[in-house]
C-alpha cells in the first residue's frame, strides 16, 4: 500500500535559517504529492503541489521537487520567518483501479517552530 | 465564502452520547471525505463518497456512519460515543477523477469525550 514517512521533529531553526523537511513515500503507479499545513487551532491548508516525476511546486517562498529516482518530496524554504511557525505535513493521492483517484496519504507530520 | 464548511466547531459530549458533524461545500466538486486527526497529529481517512456514493470506508468502527444527502453535504454521525473517539474530524473535497487535483479541507470539529 502507499505509505509517506517525513520527519518528526520539532524542528527549531532561527529565524531566518534555511529550512529542509525531508519527505519520501512508498507508492504504486505514479502518484501526486502534496505538502499541507496547520498553523495552530486551524485546519490544513494546500502549500505546494506536483503531479510528476521532477515537477516543482512552490508558494510563499517554500519549494519541493517530485524526485522519482529517490521517491522523495522534501520541502525547503531558504529563510523562515516566525510565521511560518506550523505542522507540515506530506502527502500523496493515487490513482484506483478502475479510474478515478484515492484520497490522501499523510505522513505523521513536522512540528516546525521558528524562534526570532 | 467558506468553501468547505463544518459544524459544530467544538463539540464537548458525555461517553455514550450521539452526536453528528455537519459538512458542506459550494466549490461544486463531486467527492467528499472525512479524515480523523488524533492526538498526536495523525490524519487518516475514514470514508470518501462519490457523487453520493460510498468510495472509501477505511476500518472504523461502524459506530461512524457517513449520511451524503447530495453532492454538496456530508454528514457524520456517531453513536455511543466513546473517549477513544476524541480528536479532530476533517472534512474535505475534491474534484474526483484525477490524482492531482487538490483536495481541500474544513477548519475541523474538535471533538472531545469525557
Known amino acids: 500500500g502507499n505509505s509517506v514517512t517525513q520527519m518528526e521533529g520539532p524542528v527549531t531553526l532561527s529565524e531566518e535559517a534555511f529550512l529542509t523537511i525531508n519527505c519520501t513515500y512508498t507508492?504504486?503507479?505514479?502518484?501526486?504529492l502534496f505538502w499541507y499545513v496547520q498553523y495552530p487551532g486551524e485546519g490544513l491548508q494546500l502549500l505546494l503541489k506536483?503531479?510528476?516525476?521532477?515537477d516543482k511546486g512552490s508558494n510563499k517562498g517554500f519549494e519541493a521537487t517530485y524526485r522519482k529516482e529517490t521517491t522523495s518530496f522534501h520541502l525547503e524554504k531558504g529563510s523562515v520567518q516566525v510565521s511560518d511557525s506550523a505542522v507540515y505535513f506530506c502527502?500523496?493521492?493515487?490513482?484506483?483501479?478502475?479510474?478515478?483517484?484515492?484520497?490522501?496519504?499523510f505522513g505523521k507530520g513536522t512540528h516546525l517552530i521558528i524562534q526570532p | 465564502d467558506t468553501a468547505v464548511s463544518q459544524t459544530p466547531k467544538y463539540l464537548v459530549t458525555q461517553m455514550g452520547n450521539d452526536k453528528s458533524i455537519k459538512c458542506e461545500q459550494n466549490?461544486?466538486?463531486?467527492?467528499m471525505y472525512w479524515y480523523k486527526q488524533d492526538s498526536k497529529k495523525f490524519l487518516k481517512i475514514m470514508f470518501s463518497?462519490?457523487?453520493?456514493?460510498?468510495?472509501i470506508n477505511e476500518t472504523v468502527p461502524n459506530r461512524f456512519s457517513p449520511k451524503s444527502p447530495d453532492k454538496a453535504h456530508l454528514n457524520l454521525h456517531i453513536n455511543s460515543l466513546e473517549l477513544g473517539d476524541s480528536a479532530v474530524y476533517f472534512c474535505?473535497?475534491?474534484?474526483?477523477?484525477?490524482?492531482?487535483?487538490?483536495?481541500?479541507f474544513g477548519e475541523g470539529s474538535w471533538l472531545t469525550v469525557v
Open positions: 474535505a473535497s475534491s474534484q474526483g477523477g484525477l490524482s492531482g487535483n487538490t483536495i481541500y
Open positions: 507508492a504504486t503507479g505514479y502518484p501526486s
Open positions: 506536483a503531479t510528476k516525476a521532477d
Open positions: 502527502a500523496l493521492r493515487g490513482a484506483v483501479s478502475g479510474g478515478g483517484a484515492d484520497g490522501l496519504t
Open positions: 466549490l461544486g466538486h463531486d467527492t
Open positions: 463518497y462519490n457523487n453520493k456514493e460510498l468510495i
